[in-house]
C-alpha cells in the first residue's frame, strides 16, 4: 500500500510537471514608462503559472511588461499586448503544423489545411477601409506567426533570447491582484487580464484586426495561425478560411464545431477581431472585463491554444473536450447574437 501512495504521489508530481516557462522583463521605469509595482509583478507570475500549468510545450516565452498611463483616448483599454510577428511561406507553417499535430483537434485542423505552397482566403481587397468592398476570394502563400506560436511550432528555437511580445497596463485603472478572495467590486483582476494578454502573445491574434485599424494593405496582411481556423458561413461553404470584415457572423472552425469570434472595432462589431464574440461567456480570450469579474479559463480558451500548435496538459485535455462537446453548431447562434444588445464594459484591446 505504501507503495502504491508513493507512486500515485509520483505521477501527480510527473503530470504537474511545467514545460511552458514564462518570464517577464520589466522594461520600466524608462522612456515615460514607470517600473511595476512588486504587486504586479507577482501578478504576472500568478497569471504565468496559470497557463504554466495547461500548456506543455518546451518554450520559453519571453514577455517585456510595463506599465503607463495610456492617455486621455484610451480611457476603456485595461491593457494590451503587442507581439513579435514573423513570416513565412505557407507550406512552412503547414509543415510544421503536421510535425507537431498530438491530438484529435490538430487532426481537425489539418485536414482543413490544403496541399500545395498556396491557399485560397476571403478578404476584402481594398485600400479605403471608410467603405469595404465586398469579400472576395484571393491567393496567398504565405503567412504570419508571433513568437510565441512560432516557438510553440517549433519553427523558432524555443528558447530564443528575442522578447516575444510586450505587455502594458493601464495605470489609471484600480487593480485586484488577490483573486483568492475573488475582485472588488471597483477593482479589476489583474491576474486574469495579465492571463488574457498572455494569451494573445501565446498567439490568439488575427490579422483582421491590422487591416480593420488601417495599419496594412490587405495585400500584405498575412493570415496567423489562428485566421486560418477563421471562418463565414460564405467560406465555410467554400472550404476557405475568412479574413474580411463586415458585420456578419465569424467563427473559428474546429472539426464540426464553431466558436463565435469579434469582427473588429472600426467596421465590425465593435469588438478587436483577435477575441471571442464578447458577452457569451466564451472564456478568457473574451474582448472585455467587468469591474468586480474574475476571469477564468474556459475549455474553448483551450481548444484554441491546442488547434494552433500548443500541446495541452492532460488536465487541459480533458477541459477542451468537455467544452467543445458543448458548442452547439454555428448556425445555432443565429447572427444576432454578436450583436451589441448587451453593454460593453471596459473594453480591452490587443494592440499591435
Ligand atoms: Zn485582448
Known amino acids: 500500500m505504501r507503495h502504491a501512495a508513493l507512486l500515485a504521489a509520483s505521477l ?3 503530470s504537474q510537471a511545467r514545460a511552458l516557462e514564462i518570464v517577464f522583463t520589466d522594461v520600466g ?6 517600473a511595476l509595482s512588486p504587486q504586479a509583478l507577482a501578478g504576472f507570475e500568478a497569471a504565468a503559472t496559470l497557463w504554466e500549468s495547461l500548456l506543455l510545450d518546451p518554450v520559453v516565452l519571453r514577455v517585456n511588461v510595463a506599465t503607463y498611463d495610456f492617455g486621455a483616448g484610451n480611457t476603456n483599454v485595461i491593457g494590451f499586448a503587442d507581439s513579435a510577428s514573423y513570416f513565412g511561406d505557407y507550406t512552412e507553417l503547414r509543415g510544421a503544423m503536421f510535425a507537431d499535430a498530438s491530438s484529435s483537434t490538430d487532426a481537425a485542423v489539418l485536414a482543413t489545411l490544403p496541399a500545395g505552397p498556396t491557399f485560397v482566403r476571403r478578404i476584402n481587397l481594398v485600400t479605403d477601409l471608410a467603405a469595404p468592398a465586398t469579400p472576395t476570394l484571393s491567393v496567398s502563400s504565405q503567412f504570419s ?11 523558432i528555437a524555443g528558447d530564443n533570447a528575442d522578447p516575444d511580445a510586450l505587455i502594458a497596463f493601464n495605470s489609471a485603472f484600480a487593480f485586484d491582484y488577490d483573486r483568492a478572495n475573488g475582485i472588488a467590486a471597483n477593482q479589476m483582476d489583474f491576474i486574469g487580464v495579465a492571463a488574457h494578454e498572455i494569451g494573445h502573445a501565446l498567439g490568439f491574434i488575427s490579422v483582421v484586426d491590422l487591416i480593420d485599424g488601417g495599419g496594412q494593405t490587405t495585400a500584405s496582411a498575412l493570415s496567423t495561425p489562428l485566421d486560418f481556423l477563421r471562418r463565414s458561413e460564405a467560406s465555410l461553404a467554400l472550404g476557405v478560411h475568412d479574413v474580411s470584415i463586415d458585420n456578419q457572423m465569424r467563427f473559428l472552425a474546429l472539426g464540426q464545431l464553431g466558436i463565435l469570434m469579434s469582427t473588429g472595432v472600426t467596421n465590425g462589431d465593435g469588438d478587436q477581431a483577435s477575441h471571442f464574440v464578447d458577452n457569451v461567456g466564451l472564456g478568457m480570450m473574451d474582448p472585455t472585463a467587468n469591474f468586480g469579474e474574475l476571469r477564468q479559463f474556459t475549455g474553448y480558451d483551450l481548444a484554441v491554444m491546442d488547434a494552433i500548435g500548443w500541446d495541452l496538459s492532460p488536465q487541459a485535455l480533458q477541459i477542451a473536450a468537455g467544452a467543445m462537446a ?3 453548431e454555428p448556425s445555432a447562434y ?7 444588445a448587451l453593454a460593453l464594459a471596459v473594453r480591452r484591446r490587443r494592440a499591435r
Do not use: C, D, E, R
Not at 29 to 34: F, I, L, M, R
Not at 334 to 340: A, N, T, V
Open 12 to 14: 501527480m508530481a510527473s
Open 29 to 34: 521605469p524608462a522612456g515615460g514608462v514607470s
Open 326 to 328: 458543448a458548442v452547439p
Open 334 to 340: 443565429g447572427l444576432g447574437l454578436g450583436g451589441l
Open 145 to 155: 506567426i508571433n513568437g510565441g506560436n512560432a516557438k510553440a511550432l517549433g519553427m
